[in-house]
């Protein structure tokens, strides 16, 4: 069975850093590419960032790009996302997900399929 949990939000000032992370069981990160993705209330689901299994590519969405960074440690088999100079409209619950394709789009963010699964979620909050 495969599981993904999340952990590591929280509420953070604007400007603020956090470092959700995402530790997976019944199926092993490194083999297939990985991501993270968020929703705001009211908004539609966004891609945040993406490890391109085929070669180990990083994309980012226009939004986050410079301040996030998408990391995966095999031996712990988790995957993290470092967010550095956060803002309001970053405050979402952020999911990571496996077993997807993703790549560069001509927009500057990144295409991706529909991830096979999901974790739990983590709420993000930045809020003075």
């Known amino acids: 069975q495969v599981q993904l949990v999340e952990s590591g939000g929280g509420l953070v000032q604007p400007g603020g850093s956090l470092r959700p992370s995402c530790a997976a069981s019944?199926?092993?990160?490194?083999?297939?590419?990985i991501g993270w993705f968020r929703q705001a209330p009211g908004k539609e689901r966004e891609g945040v960032s993406c490890l391109s299994s085929s070669d180990s590519s990083k994309y980012y969405s226009e939004s986050v790009k410079g301040r996030f960074t998408i990391s995966r440690d095999n031996a712990k088999n988790t995957v993290y996302l470092q967010m550095n100079s956060l803002k309001p409209e970053d405050t979402a619950v952020y999911y990571c997900?496996?077993?997807?394709?993703?790549?560069?789009?001509?927009?500057?963010?990144?295409?991706?399929?529909?991830?096979?699964?999901w974790g739990q979620g983590t709420q993000v909050t930045v809020s003075a």
């Open positions: 019944g199926i092993t990160l490194h083999i297939g590419t």
């Open positions: 997900a496996t077993e997807f394709y993703c790549k560069a789009h001509v927009s500057g963010s990144f295409f991706y399929t529909e991830p096979n699964y």
